[in-house]
């Protein structure tokens, strides 16, 4: 029997700086890539676990690995169940598993599948090497701790390999209607990613001035939705930054993408030493709060229809495109919590599945922060009419509402402070 390499892709769908491929083509002539359809599946709350905009995205991204993976005479299967296809391939090659390991529960349950089988697999989700921390702190003591570390360099090319033929489903990529001018659209994909980082190095010194705003592409980096898909790695996104900063000059600016880099870190790091718990209603704090179970209230805020025009807007531009800005998911997840006083994990279930740049860690994890049950040190609220006078509300609610609509006449300082008394039991 053949010896053959296995490399699994789930969200490193990548050649450049792929610790699993590289392991996998260093240690063997015959190497197959697989990915399996089955972890698009399932329900979360009644949401589809995976929208059609996210769907979009992994369904080109693999498109354009597939291809690229040619280039290196790799074969990368596409199927629906990894146990059958693992289960034949074990009955015709010796198999060895490369696969990259990840922090939410059920990738981590996902991965038990390939555990049977003789395995190599790496930590490779963050810009960091990850450390030991209280990841019930806050992000500060995490972040000191994380600057001293000298940043891992690229790993080497990989060669041409051989491949074997295996049964492959064939990619259909959902067509999303985009019908408002003003959204925002990603191409899945290694290449575009790689286009996205190149397009964006000119900007490098303006994204701390900028990285706020509500609405524009050109805002902030967009690198989350390839950064989620593996589509490129973090530490491409540093070592290209420290390139353009030779060339230009060093910025708080240009250190501050390095600074949210760190909080994608944090929030992975968290989710993998806590286990569960950023899933769990009462979070890593465990205070027995009392969300409401409001059916009513629930429908309205999933229907755009809550009364308040800048959390409407939002939800009805993360229901068309699968995008909302740093800003509005900020916003809309406190009003989910701290004005409405609504279950998190339904509001971070609504956004998983439609987040075209959804990954368990940073959602979750950002989620309990706005809830109260996360990383968070003191009970905060966005209030809405403030954030809309910063951050020009208007000029957004004008690109995504009907301006006919009839607003309703909310109280929603009183909301919040109803909440903070009943549900938080704050004074
Ligand atoms: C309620 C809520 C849910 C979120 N869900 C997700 C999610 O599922 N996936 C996701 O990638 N981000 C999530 N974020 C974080 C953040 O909103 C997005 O990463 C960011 O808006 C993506 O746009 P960008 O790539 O242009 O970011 P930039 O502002 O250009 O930042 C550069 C990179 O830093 C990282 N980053 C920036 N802000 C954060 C943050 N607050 N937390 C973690 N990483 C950050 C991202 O990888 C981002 O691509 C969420 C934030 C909130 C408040």
């Known amino acids: ?173 959902p067509i999303v209607e985009i019908k408002n001018k003003h959204s925002i659209v990603f191409k899945g994909g290694e290449d575009e990613a790689l286009k996205q980082l190149e397009n964006y190095l000119p900007k490098i010194h303006e994204y701390k001035s900028t990285r706020n705003e509500m609405s524009g592409f050109e805002n902030s980096t967009k690198f989350s939705a390839y950064l989620a ?30 600074f949210e880099l760190l909080w994608r870190d944090f929030f992975h790091l968290v989710m993998k030493y806590s286990g569960n718990k950023l899933f769990l209603k009462y979070g890593i704090k465990g205070e027995k709060f009392n969300f409401r179970n409001d059916k009513k209230l629930l429908e309205e805020f999933l229907n755009a229809n809550t009364g308040v025009d800048l959390i409407d807007a939002s939800i009805i531009e993360l229901k068309t495109t699968g995008w909302l800005s740093n800003r509005n998911r900020q916003i809309v997840a406190s009003y989910f919590v701290k004005n409405l006083g609504l279950d998190w994990r339904i509001g971070a279930a609504f956004f998983e599945s439609l987040l075209v740049d959804y990954n368990p860690a940073s959602n979750y994890g950002n989620w309990a922060y706005q809830s109260h049950v996360g990383n968070d040190k003191t009970y905060r609220i966005f209030d809405v009419k403030r954030q809309s006078d910063m951050y020009n509300g208007t000029d957004y609610i004008n690109k995504w509402l009907n301006k006919d609509r009839k607003n309703k006449n909310i109280n929603y300082r009183k909301m919040a402070e109803e909440v903070k008394v009943n549900v938080f039991f704050e004074s």
């Open 1 to 173: 029997m053949e010896n053959l390499a296995v490399v699994i892709f789930r969200n490193n769908l990548r050649i450049e700086d792929n610790q699993s491929l590289y392991n996998a083509c260093k240690k063997y002539d015959y190497v197959l890539g697989l990915y399996s359809l089955e972890i698009l599946e399932n329900e979360v709350f009644g949401f589809k676990k995976c929208d059609i905009f996210r769907e979009k995205l992994i369904k080109e991204s693999l498109q354009n690995l597939q291809k690229n993976l040619l280039k290196y005479d790799i074969n990368l299967s596409i199927v629906n169940n990894i146990d059958n296809a693992l289960k034949k391939l074990a009955s015709s090659y010796n198999i060895e598993v490369f696969f990259d390991e990840e922090v939410g529960t059920e990738e981590q349950n996902f991965e038990n599948k390939f555990k049977k089988y003789k395995h190599q697999s790496t930590f490779s989700q963050t810009l960091i090497e990850p450390f030991l921390f209280d990841y019930k702190k806050s992000f500060t003591g995490f972040r000191k701790k994380a600057e001293k570390q000298d940043i891992k360099e690229l790993l080497p090319s990989i060669t041409k390999k051989k491949s074997v033929y295996f049964e492959s489903l064939e990619i259909k990529v």
């Open 229 to 258: 898909t593996g589509c490129i790695s973090p530490r491409k996104i540093y070592w290209e930054i420290k390139k353009q900063e030779e060339k230009t000059f060093e910025s708080d600016s240009s250190y501050w993408i390095y």
